[in-house]
Nanobody, 123 residues
């Protein structure tokens, strides 16, 4: 399985952005997909996870109510909608998938990672 993330870019404070993560290859055994972000010098931060069926999302406290994770099962694509963006949301955003469904807040629980996509929020 490979993950291809897209959708990053530059946005103004208060704006929105859509990130996509397309899964290709054998994905039937996957359990969850998640989004993380990372800024230089800091650990990768968990943002949201959704089960592979796409009907049970969970969010970190820091983004709950502002970000929305969803999945299009027909396209095997996971989305992250970023709303009310702030300069502190500036980071490289990563999508990931796992054959496990435990410890989904922990990066090491994910065995498949997409390339990061840069999101920059200007003040």
């Amino acid at each position: 399985v490979q993950l291809q993330a897209s959708g990053g870019g530059l946005v103004q404070t208060g704006g929105s952005m859509n990130l996509s993560c397309a899964a290709t290859g054998r994905s039937l055994d996957l359990q969850v997909a998640g989004w993380f972000r990372q800024v230089p010098g800091k650990e990768r931060e968990w943002l949201a996870t959704i089960n592979w069926s796409g009907d049970f999302p969970v969010y970190s406290f820091s983004v709950h109510g502002r970000f929305r994770i969803s999945k299009d099962n027909a396209k095997n694509t996971v989305f992250l909608k970023l709303n009310s963006l702030k300069p502190e949301d500036t980071a490289v955003y990563y999508c990931a998938a796992s054959h496990n469904n435990y410890a989904f807040q922990v990066p090491d629980s994910y065995d498949i990672w997409g390339r990061g996509t840069q999101v920059t929020v200007s003040s």
